[in-house]
């Protein structure tokens, strides 16, 4: 008779690819066969009670690494795909997407890589549409998209570099701190210059007198930061090597940013090591300022870390993360939730992070809602750039977590803002969103009929055909 244990065959079969492991290599170290571990990646064996503390123990990993989050998460999200308005005429039972979630995962994940590329067609139908006739660009491949893409599709986190970076964080710290690492190490001094020195630069490695050069012009935070991003460059070239071999960029630019991407992910690790940083984020309650204090990091610094906090068996909240200027550009996007939102064009002027350059340096909430009934909760923020004397220029820049709304309870922010309240009717672009009551809508939406205006004129922009 088979013992008793439970199904978990996707959940382990994650498991071991984030490991690295042959289905040979985890049979090897659990001491039993590699057969029997694909019939319980296969759901046709159970999981039993003394293999899972076998799994914890060999992996150091925590027994919620094999708990339900991952149905569940499986299971909101197809609730949210079958809600999209292609599918308005279809009824789904929610225990119909449970079972598909629980007993065909392969299935249920197919659908929704599916839907992916659905809405990732109508992002780029979008993007099509708001293109002049001259601009030739869809056949010039962006490296920048491309990086965002390889960093969205492992949802911000490379747990091989935080875990290198957080047993070089506990040598930095016994050599008395960055400057003190480099100095003991690289034999590398840090002095700091004046900016008509540094001429345009940031941050300088001068091997020749074995220093390197930081602008005076940056303040703790960024001094810090630059250092840990130089420290990555020394010590992980490897390992950010290796990791950008499984991407599909193309072309130096493109290697290049996605270089210059993991080296700012490797300095944000040592900065603020994963373990270390995931307990204060759930003792703060998400608390950004806060964080940032105890880790000597900047608002926008804290808030990108916390969208890495993906690693799995040790999730956090999966937050999106956006930089736009006043202007509406995109500087910056980062994406280890489900929050959508349109590549090119301006993004919805009715969100808060368009808003918040009114009131600078103020954190501003706001709970928004999808045309599909998707919820999720905003933080808000601007931060700026450059200055740091008189008359040096100086951006100002507005930052964005947003997490789905079931999430916001988790954060200290939300106390004061309880999910009873009206949300924000948003769309990802106005190209995407089929809202007719919208007065800041700018374009009509795709695929609407446009309504003649000789006998009624509408009190928005664009007056369009329910269907």
Known sequence: ????????????????????????????????????????????????????????????????????????????????????????????????????????????????????????????????????????????????????????????????????????????????GLSGFLKAQHSLRVRRMPPDVMTGSLRRLDWHRKEVL????????????????????????????????????????????????????CAAALLMPYAVFARAVDARAYDIEALARQFGTSFEQTAHRMTTLQKPGQERIPFFFIRVDPAGNVSKRLNSGTFPFARHGGGCPLWSVHQVFQTPRRVVTQWLELPDGQRFFSIARTVSSGGGGYGRPQIERAVALVCEAHHAERLVYARSHPSTEAPTPIGISCRLCHRGECPARSDPPIGRQILADNFRRTDTPFGFSDA
């Open 1 to 176: 008779m088979e013992k008793h244990g439970v199904y978990i065959g996707p959940r382990l079969r994650r498991l071991r690819r984030d490991l690295g492991l042959t289905q040979a290599n985890m049979a090897a170290d659990l001491e039993i066969s590699p057969s029997y571990i694909a019939l319980m990646e296969r759901n046709q064996r159970p999981v039993t009670a003394e293999l899972l503390l076998r799994l914890a123990k060999t992996y150091k990993i925590d027994l919620s690494a094999f708990s339900d989050e991952s149905g569940r998460d499986t299971i909101a999200r197809l609730q949210s795909i079958v809600k999209d308005p292609i599918l308005g005429d279809i009824d789904f039972d929610a225990l119909e997407i449970s079972d598909v979630a629980s007993s065909f995962p392969g299935f249920a994940e197919a659908l929704l890589r599916l839907h992916l590329a659905y809405k990732e067609g109508q992002f780029a139908l979008a993007d099509f549409n708001q293109r002049t006739p001259t601009d030739d660009s869809e056949s010039v491949v962006d490296p920048a998209a491309a990086v965002r893409n390889f960093l969205s599709a492992r949802r911000n986190c490379f747990p091989t570099l935080d875990s290198a970076a957080e047993k070089l964080a506990i040598k930095i710290a016994e050599a008395g």
């Open 214 to 265: 930081l602008s005076e012009t940056l303040d703790t935070a960024s001094q810090n930061f630059q250092l840990a991003q130089q420290i990555a460059y020394l010590e992980f070239d490897q390992e950010i090597r290796n990791t950008l071999a499984e991407a599909t960029l193309e072309g130096e630019n493109a290697l290049r940013l996605g270089h210059r991407a993991l080296s700012a992910y």
